[in-house]
């Protein structure tokens, strides 16, 4: 980070000793163009560094454009980091304030009317968030919007779960 803190046109390529997913994933979120096993051929090597040289990121012997690299990223951020990243990710929501809000209620099992008594808003209104929700996250329905969602921490599970007023107090509890 700090060698490409200062605005350098210097691409970073990183030699290590551990196989380590996440220590991949942090080096490549620093900026690292390439990160490579420290016991690597040279031929490898050489090939490794054209590649960079070109504009192009290595990651496991993969290589990628910047879009490659960042869908490489979003995909480790997922099944790599947990709950580490959710956080960082939920930075990135293309969703509106209000529109997550609306999400977490989903989430929640409501309906759009019930949703709309809650907000105090029109069951349109509701709807029309709907509809922009599933567009942007590129969703067909509200069960995949809410998925979505939780797999990418912006909502957890035990957020979601509601109060049915049922309960004893603790005090009468067996």
């Given at each position: 980070?700090?060698?490409?803190?200062?605005r350098l046109p210097v691409r970073v390529i990183m030699l290590t000793g551990y196989d380590d997913p996440e220590?991949?994933?942090?080096?490549?979120?620093?900026?690292?163009?390439?990160?490579?096993?420290?016991?690597?051929?040279?031929?490898?090597?050489?090939?490794?560094?054209?590649?960079?040289?070109?504009?192009?990121?290595?990651?496991?012997?993969?290589?990628?454009?910047?879009?490659?690299?960042?869908?490489?990223?979003?995909?480790?951020?997922?099944?790599?980091?947990?709950?580490?990243?959710?956080?960082?990710?939920?930075?990135?929501?293309?969703?509106?304030?209000?529109?997550?809000?609306?999400?977490?209620?989903?989430?929640?099992?409501l309906s759009n009317k019930e949703i709309a008594t809650l907000l105090g808003i029109s069951h349109q209104t509701?709807?029309?968030?709907?509809?922009?929700?599933?567009r942007k996250l590129a969703v067909d329905d509200r069960t995949q919007a809410a998925v979505y969602a939780l797999?990418?921490?912006?909502?957890?599970?035990?957020?979601?779960?509601?109060?049915?007023?049922?309960?004893?107090?603790?005090?009468?509890?067996?």
């Amino acid at each position: 980070r700090a060698i490409n803190a200062d605005r350098l046109p210097v691409r970073v390529i990183m030699l290590t000793g551990y196989d380590d997913p996440e220590q991949l994933l942090h080096a490549m979120h620093a900026d690292a163009a390439a990160y490579c096993a420290k016991e690597i051929e040279v031929e490898q090597l050489v090939k490794v560094i054209r590649h960079v040289m070109d504009g192009r990121y290595v990651v496991q012997d993969q290589v990628l454009d910047r879009e490659g690299l960042l869908d490489w990223m979003e995909r480790g951020v997922e099944s790599v980091a947990g709950h580490y990243y959710a956080e960082l990710a939920e930075t990135f929501s293309p969703l509106s304030p209000r529109e997550s809000e609306i999400l977490e209620y989903v989430t929640r099992g409501l309906s759009n009317k019930e949703i709309a008594t809650l907000l105090g808003i029109s069951h349109q209104t509701v709807k029309n968030h709907m509809t922009s929700i599933l567009r942007k996250l590129a969703v067909d329905d509200r069960t995949q919007a809410a998925v979505y969602a939780l797999r990418r921490g912006w909502v957890r599970l035990r957020d979601t779960v509601q109060s049915s007023g049922d309960e004893l107090p603790d005090d009468e509890v067996e």
